[in-house]
């Protein structure tokens, strides 16, 4: 079988890809395949280890016309860059990676959250800059965490691994806004409204998947329900949030502050958000650890020989 890993993946799963099949390796750290690439792509591979940033479009699947492909493994649990309808009409299987990222995800979200309290990241600027005089006891004075409460927004693996460190870490009631009831295994209360939600929680944290369905789901609207001090975390996609009135809310101090993951349109960050000291900015780090990244190689890879064995495709999504 002929396969395509569209990006530097770590060298364990490099070894195993490399033992079981005729593997092409893209030598690209961060930049994803064009729509007509991913034609090309689909065109000449029986499978691909893809990932966030190649573009399986419509178009891609639309112009990609023989397609030769049986399989897309993504490594990620999110695959709003493929599009599931055409990747089903073209008869090609989605795979991805749940759950051994979860815990990884979840603690970049609470490295946001503690962050954006206690202005980590300012803080860490000052000192490096040659700013800081000296202790004081009103200097830099953060938000408490302990005993505040938390707003999931998407109560799945991962908003319930949020929802776990903040209940058993930091003493924090939960509350989620959710479609269909989730039993996170702790006192966690669904509320029924998104706005309830962002107007009642110290922390907002998102945790939807991305895509059409969630596009923009925080709006200005929702954002205006918070209250004057919150703290707005995504770790989701960045789509899932009105960039520019989030921007705006921020700029107008309307809420406290934003610990952000992902953004509208990587790896492009406006100006207006980068120039905010009340947002804290990380370049999309949530599964990124050794371990992590390895087990969702892995679990790509595990995808892919399933395939070649004629076996069900354990983590098929389409
Ligand atoms: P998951 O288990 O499928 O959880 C998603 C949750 O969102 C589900 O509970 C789902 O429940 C809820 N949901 C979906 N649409 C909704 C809507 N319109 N309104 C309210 N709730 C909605 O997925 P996961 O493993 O936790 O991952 C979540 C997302 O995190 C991924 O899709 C990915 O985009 C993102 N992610 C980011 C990083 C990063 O590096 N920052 C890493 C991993 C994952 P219902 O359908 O019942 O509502």
Redesign the pocket.
Known sequence: MKVLITREIPERIVEAAKARFDVTFRDEPCVGLTEEEAAVALRDYDAILLTLGDQFSARAFEMAGDIRCKVLANF???Y?HIDAAAAAAAGVAVTNT??V??DA?AD?GMTLLLATARQAALGDRLVRGGGWKGWGPTQMMGTHVTGKTVGI???????QAVAKRCHYGFDMPVIY????A?DAGLPARQVES?ATVMAQADFVVV????GA??RH?IDAEALAAMKPEGIFIN???GDVVDEEALIAALAEKRIGAAGL??YAQEPFVPEALRALDNAVLLP?????TLETREAMGQMALDNIIAHAEGRDLPQRVV
């Open positions: 990620g649990v999110g709003n749940p759950d990222l979860t995800t970049i927004i998407g109560m799945g693996r991962i908003g806004y959710n479609r269909s989730k998104l945790t939807v998947p991305g369905e969630t789901l770790i989701a996609r993951d992902v999309h780090l949530g599964s990124a």
